[in-house]
């Protein structure tokens, strides 16, 4: 059975940085897109980045283009989100997913993990 578990979490100061991990187990997630959406309290989970099978193709929301990267290492099959700047509507739970196709839309990906709260104070 295959498991996504995100970690990296925590309390940060706007204009402060996390990086958020997710370890994949149960299956070899190398020929997978990941992804990382996030959902705020009292909102819709959104998309916010993915990353292709070989790292060569990756996609960001508007909202965090410039200031996040996603990065993954299929050795270690884990995927990685490193959030700079960090704003206070930046704040949400983050959950790491994986599909073999993936995409924009939610419905789409197979995979989620369980999520880790991102707090951004002003």
């Known amino acids: 059975q295959a498991h996504l578990v995100e970690s990296g979490g925590g309390l940060v100061q706007a204009g402060g940085s996390l990086r958020l991990s997710c370890a994949a187990s149960?299956?070899?997630?190398?020929?997978?897109?990941m992804g990382w959406f996030r959902q705020a309290p009292g909102k819709e989970r959104e998309f916010v980045a993915c990353?292709?099978?070989?790292?060569?193709?990756?996609g960001y929301a508007d909202s965090v283009k410039g200031r996040f990267t996603i990065s993954r290492d299929n050795a270690k099959n884990t995927v990685y989100l490193q959030m700079n700047n960090l704003k206070p509507e930046d704040t949400a739970v983050y959950y790491c997913?994986?599909?073999?196709?993936?995409?924009?839309?939610?419905?789409?990906?197979?995979?989620w993990g369980q999520g880790t709260q991102v707090t951004v104070s002003s």
């Open positions: 990353i292709s099978w070989s790292g060569g193709s990756t």
């Open positions: 149960g299956r070899t997630f190398s020929s997978y897109a």
């Open positions: 997913t994986a599909d073999a196709y993936g995409g924009v839309a939610l419905t789409i990906w197979e995979y």
